[in-house]
């Protein structure tokens, strides 16, 4: 039998497509970033496709660059079957630092290809070097002869943008002033005005709003309830826009999925507004003039998913893993997420040479610099009986960074779906094994893992640091400088070629070939799927707020 059948389905799910064709390429990557019309729902619907787009010519470099695949390796059943059985201490040994690297130059060189539109390397989801990623991860697994089934998943991102903000509050600017993410702009972005109005409790009752609340600008409490909430009832009172107070800041927080009743809605720190707090308690109706300002933006884009698993193996027992193929707008994104991306294809690779028992099912997800989208996606978008084969979840998010510790999510099988805490022992024992230090950090939301869990999956992963600092127990545990974030490059620019550490990442991309090939072997001793044979109700988006307090980068409460 020959494996090679890219049109075989998995049907793991209605709208996943096989392997993109030619002219399908040609369609969805031939809009210009702006235009949403195109491959939102022709992916989906195959019979239905428009009329091709125009082809501007800048556009069309990358399906020159696109290989022939006449040659391919094809692998027969029987070839298969003299592989050796998955040993994982020959896998990781086939892992090396020269394999990392030189794909880090490629993906480098495909987000230089944003250069002439974003005026810097980026790999931001609607940018011709996300586009060229997925391109390159697709193009990549093709080159392995059939071993797995390539399939990709459009769907629909919001990609939002905050331009500028401001705020006077009494005649007086506050000093610390953020803007949430995905707030819609003031009306034709020109300012409003009101006077500052303090909404009771936690503003996540709309009885929580006095009644002269409309028409002027509320100013809320942080808490209770998640920062989309308190703007929508806000919306609904009628106030012109919300202002969120924190004893901390600045909040670093995202009104997550615009339902339409948002308004526009900053961020300050509660001492900078003690003053006016104190006074409205005591004089509700107090006039505080108030004028807030926002320019930003909330669209949809296209983008997609990438979703590889092996011809053989048991279907029924699935092991995933999965990484985002994005990166923020700042930069290109090498540690934050490359090195993930790129140690699951060098693992998928070297799995070729042996065969497997169970399974296993690589994801590049896209969009989780936008709020974990295209994971989530995936995740929600399961039927049931898919959901159910799927045995664990491991996320691998920043397997490089410079500063590094090593990191093992803190997951476990109470809180967590059971498996998830197995999974962490896995982890540990692994640097236990080593002779490796690790330290154990929140499992509380901030990457791809998020939708799995609230699906039900067991989850876990490990990383190696963004934006924390590194103290002294952590320095003497892990070495590298104290004072300093563990990637003093994250989420910006200088995320490049020199910022790995490829020594973390060597050893961690041992470990997710061990991870892979452990489970691949057998779940021997691993929980079984809870629910299995039950018709339970999926938890649906609302169950998030609930679990975990961010949505990848950003705070939801
Ligand atoms: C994005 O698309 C969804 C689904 O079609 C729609 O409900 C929503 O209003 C759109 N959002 C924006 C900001 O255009
Ligand atoms: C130092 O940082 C680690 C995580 O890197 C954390 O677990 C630990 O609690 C911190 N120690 C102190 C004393 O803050
Ligand atoms: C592990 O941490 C201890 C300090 O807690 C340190 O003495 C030791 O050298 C570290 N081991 C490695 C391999 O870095
Ligand atoms: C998890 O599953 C194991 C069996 O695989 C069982 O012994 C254990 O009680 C379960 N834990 C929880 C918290 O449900
Ligand atoms: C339900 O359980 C039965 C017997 O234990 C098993 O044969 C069947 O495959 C299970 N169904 C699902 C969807 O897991």
Redesign the pocket.
Known sequence: MKIFSLATSLAILSTVNAFPTLDLWSKFIAPSPNDDSIFINNLADPQNEPAPAPKPAEEMVYIEDFESFDNLDIIDETAYKKLPEIDTEQLQSLVTKDALRSRAETLFSLAEKSTGKYGHPTRVIGSPGHFATVHYILRELRKLGGYYNIKSQSFKALDGRVNSYSLLIDGVQPKTLDALQLTPPTPNKAPVHGNLVLVLNSGCSLHDYPSFAKDNIVLVKRGECAFGEKSRNAGKVGAKAAIIYDSNGPLQGTLGTPEGDEVPTLAVVEKEVAHYIEQLQKVPTHKFETTLYVDSYVRNISTLNVIAETAFGDHDNVVSLGAHSDSVGAGPGINDDGSGTISLLEVAKLLTKFKVNNAVRFGWWAAEEEGLLGSEYYANSLSK?EN?KIRLFMDYDMMASPNYEYEVYDANNNDHPNGSGDLKDLYVDWYKQHGLNFTFVPFDGRSDYVGFINNKIPAGGIATGAEGVKNKSSKEKFGGEENKWFDPCYHQLCDDLSNPSYEAWEVNTKLIAHSVAVYAKSFAGFPEREG??ETEAKVQQSGLDDLFMRRGDRYIM
């Open positions: 009986e159910a299995k044979n």
